[in-house]
């Protein structure tokens, strides 16, 4: 068995060892942002045909309580509608402007007066990113990069936002999903999950005879031991991108809901147990899920327009269980989400729906019946609508109740009417029903002795800087 198990942890770590991971971001802490405990923020992106204002953005993560976020950009409008509150913000100047913050100091400084310095102290800017996946969409910036780094470092120093040179981490995406989907049947689903595996299902290094329950771990550490290789064993890392996609085409079978919200709810789960890693126990790994919004803009196939975890109008794109989190996402929030029949969707497939929620789904149908309460109005998306939730709180509003084969929706706004109360309302026709609602290009990997990744982690960390101010 022990022979078996060594041969999996050879396999699964070929494809683990998608590190060292081709930096995705580079940049700066302000502020000691991601030294503070475990945290879970959340990235937020623009490229929605709908997007909200900035202060229904502001809005949200308040309600949520995300309390950490990472912009693609330096918004003005998000900046302010930042100020004055208690979320924490990383900035980021993108792969466009990249290339001319290289070419001078007076550049890079007329950069940190405008997005940074001027949003001081009302804003809680705490780090500066330069660049996403920088070295993949232009692999001839790493000599521009460097300059810009130093020049914007150089600037920081100007503006006296620099305070002490120590502390600072290393930013990195990592998404299992992706190892999953090119591990050619060499990763298991449960593994990449975040999911429950037997001891003798779990991946053993055959170098240090560590175990590791899931990917997210094993990428996490294997940058950690390339740092090691390099005799960088104190720097912390943040993982800046991390999720899973709830929708997807037919080459993409397990972008589902079920899936993302697996995969999320655990993650979360991970990260504020301080768990740490097998290399580095007890040691928080701040992540940033990847991301706030379903992106309808994006290009790519279609799971890259769903890897939010909200729809642009603040409804929940799935259920995520995420108790041991304390206030984020606004948990324990557990009757105020409901199951409802989507709006649009097909009649006939909803008639079928419904016949199943009240036959062998065993919900509580009884106030949609003639001269009942909720009888009214007469059609079949509202009968479904109170028998869909009525099924999703029998379930415990457990992960996959509000599908439907595809009928079914998540909404935080109570449907209920009249004299008609939905499960979950408090004032339940039918009471019954625990969880909690919420709701690239990723990362391109090298093996982690190749020689270009180790240039560009030495690049890395010879710019490693904090700029620390007290505010």
């Not at 309390?67 to 950009?73: G, K, Q, S, W």
């Not at 006296?160 to 060499?186: A, F, H, I, W």
């Not at 991970?270 to 290009?299: Q, S």
């Not at 989190?325 to 606004?330: D, R, T």
Request: a negative charge; proline letters at 5%.
């Amino acid at each position: 068995m022990q022979g078996e198990r060594l041969v999996f942890a050879e396999r699964m770590l070929d494809c683990i060892r998608v590190l060292l991971l081709l930096l995705s971001s580079f940049g700066f802490s302000i502020h000691g942002g991601a030294g503070a405990g475990a945290f879970v923020g959340l990235n937020v992106g623009t490229s929605l045909s709908n997007m909200p204002s900035p202060d229904q953005v502001v809005s949200l993560l308040k309600i949520k309580k995300i309390r950490h976020v990472r912009l693609y950009d330096s918004d003005r409008g998000m900046l302010l509608a930042l100020a004055n509150t208690s979320i924490e913000v990383i900035i980021s100047i993108p792969n466009n402007q990249v290339l001319a913050l290289g070419e001078s100091n007076s550049s890079a400084a007329n950069w940190v007066n405008k997005n940074v310095a001027g949003y001081l102290p009302d804003t809680k800017i705490t780090g500066i990113v330069v660049g996403n996946e920088i070295l993949t969409s232009l692999p001839n910036a790493a000599i521009v990069l460097v300059s810009a780094m130093k020049f914007l470092h150089s600037a920081l120093v100007a503006a006296n936002l620099d305070g002490q040179e120590t502390d600072s981490y290393l930013m990195m995406n990592l998404y299992p999903y992706y190892t999953y989907m090119q591990g050619n049947g060499k990763v298991p689903l449960d593994y990449a999950l975040f999911q429950p595996l037997t001891p003798e299902k779990e991946a053993v290094d055959p170098n240090t005879l560590l175990h590791y329950t899931n990917v997210f771990d094993a990428m996490v550490d294997a940058v950690y031991y390339s740092m090691s290789n390099l005799n960088y064993t104190n720097i912390s890392v943040v993982v800046a991108e991390t999720g899973w996609p709830s929708k997807g085409d037919a080459s993409e079978p397990r972008a589902t809901t079920d899936n993302a919200a697996t995969y999320n709810s655990n993650l979360v789960k991970h990260i504020f147990n301080i768990t740490g890693t097998p290399k580095r126990p007890g040691v928080p790994v701040n992540t940033y899920i990847y991301e706030l919004y379903n992106e309808d803009l994006k290009p790519g196939p279609l799971s890259e327009q769903n890897w939010g975890l909200f729809n642009a109008n603040g409804t929940p794109v799935y259920a995520l269980h995420v108790s041991g989190a304390g206030e984020f996402l606004a948990n324990n929030i557990t009757n105020q989400s409901y199951c409802v029949a989507k709006p649009g969707a097909d009649t006939k497939l909803l008639q079928a729906a419904l016949d199943w929620a009240c036959g062998p789904g065993q919900a509580n149908c009884t106030a949609i019946q003639g001269g009942e309460d909720c009888f009214n109005p007469d059609t079949v998306g509202a009968h479904a609508s109170y028998a869909f939730n009525s099924y999703y709180h029998k379930t415990g509003m457990a992960m996959g109740s509000c599908d439907f084969k595809g009928v079914a929706t998540i909404t935080t706004t109570n449907p209920s009417h009249d004299s008609c109360f939905y499960s979950g309302s408090g004032r339940g026709n039918d009471s019954t029903g625990n969880g909690t609602t919420f709701a690239d290009s990723r990362s391109t990997y090298l093996i982690a002795n190749d020689s270009m990744a180790l240039y560009i982690l030495v690049l890395f960390l010879s710019l490693l800087l904090i700029v620390d101010r007290q505010i």
